[in-house]
């Protein structure tokens, strides 16, 4: 489906969700041109595994430290 505004989109929007979810995509467009497409929402396609990056990444360790400028600027000392 080819929704022509955005100003049809948004007054649209509900009915739109609901054809998206019924597997059809919606093209919108803006000034006779398409910006967007909804489309349903297909969940991540991988699984995700904690500590991928494992001895790939090293942090400094002053990372939490601010430099004085940056520390003065927010009242965490005086100069």
Do not use: C, W
């Not at 969700?17 to 059809?24: L, W």
């Not at 349903?40 to 396609?45: E, I, M, R, T, V």
């Not at 995700?48 to 520390?71: H, T, Y």
């Amino acid at each position: 489906m080819i929704v022509n505004t955005i100003t049809e989109a948004k007054a649209q929007l509900s009915a739109l969700i609901e054809r998206v979810q019924q597997g059809e995509e919606v093209i919108i467009h803006k000034a006779g041109k398409p910006v967007a497409v909804l489309i349903a929402y297909g969940g991540y396609s991988e699984k995700r595994v904690p500590g991928a990056l494992r001895g790939q990444i090293e942090i400094a360790p002053d990372f939490d430290e601010l430099p004085p400028d940056i520390a003065e600027s927010f009242g965490m000392i005086e100069r």
